[in-house]
C-alpha cells in the first residue's frame, strides 16, 4: 500500500500537521509531585524529533482534589507544574513538533478517597457498584467544569497548539455518559445518551468561551470501560449520534475514538469503525487508535504480554478512503521514538516487538 495517505498534511483551524499521525496519550507516572521533570520534556522532544505530527500528552489533572490517583502523574496547574509544562511546549516546537495537552479527571475510578475527595455522578465505579463516596453536589459539578476551562486557557497561554478532554475510558466524563454509573435524579442524567451528556457539553462550551473559536479542541471517547470492556454507550448508530452531536456542537472539533483494536466493525451491517461511524454521523474529523501497527491489544499488555510489529496495510486502505482523518499510535510509539520515520522509509525490518518493561521506563 502506498504511504502517501499517512504522510499527507492535515489542516483544522489553527492545527497544520505534517502527516495523519498523533502520538496517542499514554499515562507514565513519572512526575514525581505531579511536576513534570526534564526528562519527560525530553521524552516529549524525541517523539517530535522523530516526526510525530501531533503529540497528544499523558492525561494530566485538572484542578479538583482527586482529578488524580497517582500522586506521579502530572497536573495541570500550580506555578510549578504549569512551568514544568512550559519547558515541555517549548521543547517539542523547537524540535518542529506540535502537541496538546490532554486534560484528565479519573472521577470514582480511582476507588476510595486517595488523594482527596472523590468526585463522581452517583457515588459509585461500576455498574451494580455498592455506593463508596457521595454524588457531586451542584457546586462541585460547576467548579469542575471551572477547572477544566481554566486548565484549556492555561494550555493556550502556555502555547500549546490544542487540547484535547479525556472523555473516556470510564473516567469522570465518561461516568456521566454510561447509564451504569450515571444514576442521579437531576438535569446531568435521563432515559437518552444525549441527557447524560449534558455534563461534557458544559465543560465543552466552559472550554470552548476560555479558548475562543479557532483553537482546536478535541475529545476522547470509547464505547469500552476498563470497568467493563463490552459496555456500550450507543449500542446503534442512532444513539451514537444522539450522543455525539450535542458533542459537537458544544464545541468539541474533533473526536478521538478509543477502540481496543481499530479494524473492529462498531456496529452489524457495515465495516465502519468507531471513527468511521463518528466522522459519517457527525462531519467532524476523527482520530481512530486501537493496536495500530502492533499484533497485540493494550490492555494485554498490562499483563505482561508483548505485541509485534503488524502490517498497517489495512489501516492506510481505511485512511485512504477517508472513513477517518487521523491515526493513533500508543505503545509502538512508546517503544521505539523513531516509528513514524521507520514506516515513512520503508525501514520495516527495523520495527521493534512491544515488550512491557517499555511501561516502566520513559525512553
Known amino acids: 500500500m502506498s504511504l502517501d495517505a499517512l504522510f499527507k498534511p492535515f489542516q483544522f483551524k489553527s492545527l497544520k500537521l505534517p502527516n495523519r499521525v498523533v502520538m496517542a496519550p499514554m499515562t507514565r507516572s513519572f512526575s514525581p509531585g505531579g511536576v513534570a521533570t526534564d526528562d519527560v520534556a525530553a521524552y516529549y522532544r524525541r517523539r517530535a524529533e522523530g516526526q510525530v505530527g501531533l503529540i497528544v500528552t499523558e492525561g494530566t489533572g485538572v484542578a479538583r482534589p482527586a482529578s488524580l490517583n497517582d500522586a506521579n502523574i502530572p497536573r495541570f496547574h500550580g506555578d510549578k507544574e504549569l512551568a514544568a509544562w512550559k519547558k515541555v511546549v517549548d521543547e517539542v516546537h523547537a524540535a518542529g513538533g506540535l502537541i496538546a495537552p490532554q486534560l484528565w479527571h479519573v472521577g470514582s475510578a480511582q476507588g476510595k478517597d486517595k488523594l482527596g475527595k472523590v468526585d463522581s455522578p452517583s457515588g459509585i465505579s461500576k455498574a451494580g457498584g455498592e455506593p463508596f463516596t457521595t454524588p457531586m453536589t451542584d457546586s462541585d459539578v460547576a467548579d469542575t467544569i471551572a477547572a477544566f476551562a481554566t486548565a484549556a486557557a492555561d494550555a493556550k497561554r502556555l502555547g500549546f497548539d490544542a487540547i484535547e478532554l479525556h472523555g473516556a475510558h470510564g473516567y469522570l466524563i465518561d461516568q456521566f455518559f454510561w447509564n451504569g454509573t450515571n444514576v442521579r435524579d437531576d438535569h446531568l442524567n435521563g432515559p437518552t445518551i444525549a441527557e447524560r451528556s449534558k455534563f461534557a457539553a458544559e465543560i465543552l462550551k466552559a472550554v470552548r468561551a476560555a479558548v475562543g473559536p479557532d483553537y482546536p479542541v478535541i475529545i476522547r471517547l470509547s464505547q469500552w470501560k476498563q470497568q467493563d470492556f463490552a459496555v456500550k454507550n ?130
Open 234 to 363: 450507543a449500542e446503534t448508530p442512532q444513539l451514537l449520534e444522539a450522543w455525539l452531536q450535542p458533542l459537537a456542537d458544544a464545541g468539541a472539533d474533533i473526536f478521538h475514538c478509543s477502540q481496543r483494536r481499530f479494524w473492529e466493525p462498531e456496529f452489524e451491517g457495515s465495516d465502519l469503525n468507531f471513527a468511521g461511524w463518528a466522522k459519517k454521523l457527525t462531519g467532524a474529523p476523527t482520530i481512530t487508535v486501537g493496536s495500530v501497527g502492533l499484533s497485540g491489544e493494550f490492555i494485554a499488555a498490562f499483563g505482561g504480554e508483548g505485541s509485534q510489529p503488524a502490517s498497517i496495510d489495512g489501516l492506510l486502505e481505511r485512511l485512504e478512503r477517508g472513513e477517518f482523518d487521523l491515526v493513533g499510535v500508543g505503545r509502538a510509539l512508546l517503544q521505539d521514538p523513531e516509528w513514524v520515520v521507520k514506516i515513512r522509509d520503508g525501514r520495516n525490518d527495523e520495527l521493534k516487538n512491544f515488550e512491557r518493561a517499555a511501561l516502566g521506563t520513559l525512553y
